[in-house]
Structure formats: structure tokens, C-alpha cells
């Protein structure tokens, strides 16, 4: 069975991401009984070692520190305190990652620890190394200022441990706002705005330069303490990521609601409903996994339609551009071409 945690299952530990949250908005001086408000949390919890909230309750708070201080920045401004944190031996081990590898391994392998909300995922793939952020609990209404948030947290991070600022380019699965002027103070002027994924790119000869800051010795220390936690009290992927891997790793077999429900020990009918409350359902799903294997043999590989299509199992290229027009409102052949420009 396929283990996984729910929207509303209290596993974030408060003194960690929603302190950092709740204490950046009472630093801007915001109403404290505004920022609670239906989460149902008071102002003792919070801080309180031992208390866990759910994804639901942080979510709710961050969007009331977003409402109260009603500022362009907030999101950038949360993003910049958030990695490496005060999360434990998870962020010593971040703090002496030698290289952006291992800090985007450390990051992913542990991500319901430090970024709760948003699953960053990575690859490589010849000279590129691609980070993609996914929605772990179906929260599209915070998701933009979500992804603002963990990009910032990222970029803010790479810099301060390698003592430089790194030439990611960025992707952005919306439309582009009014003004991007926070965008390219935080992130830089390499922006692309109506993709089909949240994603930061870079070169991968960026992957193994050493950092100023790192150590073997610490980083494995810390690291070993991380997986005995870990196995004493594991902490379970959001029920998207969950599903999100199960879908990827069987993507050329045409995956149906029957052979996910039993894999996740559930009726099709009980996981639709779980999917409803995420804000989700099944084809949806499979859909943006389709999406993605799509753009990324576009991006990665220069795959034309034919290969793609065999790929994902369609019985023909006519059928895969019907479909990925569905997916993403545009043909393949353009996407393609934006891809490479």
C-alpha cells in the first residue's frame, strides 16, 4: 500500500515553517488575531515545540500574512528566511552541502521537511539540470505566491552557500503579472511567464562547484541523524506527490483510476472523493504527468511528435497532438518551438 498524508493530517511541525511564517508578518507589525484567523490555531501554538499543524492550517496562515500585509513582496520576502532554517539537523546538513547537487538532493529527498507545501523535483539531463515545483496538497489559489516563495528560498540559499549568485533562468505556469519588478529583484531577469510548469533551469556545470561552506564531514553527520529520525517517525508525501510518482513511474502503460486505487489501497470511488478535496481528479492527474514527460523530451531530448507519442503510449502522433493540445491549449509543434528559443 501506497502511504501518503492527507491535506488536514497535522504533521508540520509549528515551531518550524509557520513560526518563521507567523514571525516575518509580526515583525511588519500585523495584526496577530488577523493572522490566525480560521486556522484554527492560537497564538500558543505556534511556537510550541511538540504541536504540529496540518498543510491546511499553514496554507491558511500564509495566506492571511499575505492578506494583512498586503505587499508585493511578501512571498519574495518569506522565500528569502526559509532554507536553509531552523529545521534541525535537516538544515545543517543543507548548510554544509558541498555542491548544488547535493543540496538539490537533500532538498528533494527531505522536501516534507522543508518545504511542505511545494515538492521541488529535479533532473539532469546532459548540459541542463531542471528543478520543477509540484503541488502537494491542491492549493491553486496560493500557488502563485507559493512558488514565488520556494524559488526565492532556493536562489537566496544557493547564493549565501556559494557565495555568489547563480544564473538560474525560471519558468512560471501563469500568465504574466503587471509588474515583475519583485521577480527580478529576487530572481534575476531570466523569466518566462505562460509555461506549463513551475521550473528554475540551469546549466549543469553548476551542479559540482564547490561551495565555500561545505563539509563532508558535517553534511554526513547531520545527514545520519536526519535518517534516524526519519525512520523512527517517517514522514509520508503529500497525497499529490504520492500519486504524482505512482503516475510518472507508469506513464507508458496508460495507468487507470482501478490500478491506482488499488495501489493505494482504496475503492476508485473513496480515491476520487480523496482527490476532490485536493481540489483534483484522476484524469487531471494523469494529464499534467503526461504534460510533463512531454515538455521534457521536447526540452532535454529534441523529441518530434512520432517519439513522444510512442513514448506515452498513444497509437499514433494525430492522437497525441489532440491530446496535448487538451493538456495545454497549445499544439505540440509550438510548444516545441518555444521551448528552443
Not at 261 to 287: C, I, M, N, W, Y
Request: glycine share 6%; proline share 5%.
Amino acid at each position: 500500500m501506497i502511504a501518503y498524508r492527507g491535506a488536514g493530517e497535522a504533521c508540520i511541525a509549528a515551531q518550524h515553517q509557520p513560526a518563521l511564517v507567523l514571525d516575518y508578518a509580526r515583525s511588519r507589525d500585523a495584526d496577530g488575531v488577523h493572522l490566525l484567523r480560521d486556522t484554527g490555531l492560537d497564538a500558543s501554538d505556534i511556537p510550541a515545540a511538540g504541536r504540529a499543524v496540518s498543510p491546511l492550517q499553514y496554507a491558511q496562515l500564509i495566506r492571511n500574512v499575505l492578506r494583512e500585509l498586503d505587499s508585493a513582496d511578501t512571498s519574495f520576502m518569506l522565500g528569502q528566511q526559509m532554507l536553509p532554517g531552523h529545521y534541525g539537523e535537516i538544515s545543517h546538513a543543507l548548510l554544509h552541502a558541498q555542491t548544488l547537487r547535493q543540496a538539490l538532493q537533500i532538498l528533494c529527498e527531505f522536501a516534507s521537511r522543508l518545504c511542505p507545501l511545494l515538492r521541488p523535483r529535479w533532473r539532469e539531463e546532459g548540459a541542463l539540470a531542471v528543478v520543477y515545483w509540484m503541488d502537494s496538497f491542491g492549493l491553486p489559489a496560493l500557488r502563485p505566491a507559493l512558488v514565488e516563495m520556494h524559488m526565492t528560498a532556493l536562489v537566496a540559499m544557493c547564493r549565501w552557500l556559494s557565495g555568489e549568485r547563480l544564473p538560474w533562468r525560471f519558468c512560471f505556469n501563469r500568465a504574466s503579472p503587471r509588474h515583475t519588478e519583485q521577480h527580478q529583484v529576487h530572481l534575476g531577469q531570466e523569466l518566462r511567464f505562460d509555461c506549463h510548469l513551475d521550473a528554475m533551469l540551469i546549466d549543469a556545470a553548476w551542479l559540482d562547484r564547490p561551495w565555500p561552506r561545505g563539509s563532508a564531514m558535517a553534511a554526513s553527520v547531520a545527514l545520519r541523524a536526519v535518517e534516524l529520525e526519519a525512520a523512527r517517525a517517517p514522514l509520508h508525501p503529500g497525497l499529490l506527490d504520492a500519486l504524482y510518482d505512482f503516475l510518472l513511474e507508469r506513464v507508458r502503460g496508460a495507468p487507470t483510476l482501478e490500478l491506482t486505487a488499488a495501489a493505494f489501497d482504496v475503492s476508485p470511488a473513496t480515491l476520487k472523493r480523496h482527490l476532490l478535496r485536493h481540489g483534483s481528479h484522476f484524469q487531471a492527474e494523469l494529464d499534467q504527468v503526461r504534460t510533463h514527460v512531454a515538455i521534457y523530451l521536447f526540452q532535454t531530448r529534441r523529441a518530434d511528435n512520432d517519439t513522444v507519442a510512442a513514448y506515452l503510449g498513444f497509437h499514433d502522433a494525430t492522437n497525441f497532438r489532440r491530446s496535448f493540445k487538451r493538456w495545454t491549449g497549445q499544439t505540440p509543434g509550438l510548444l516545441r518551438d518555444a521551448l528552443h528559443v
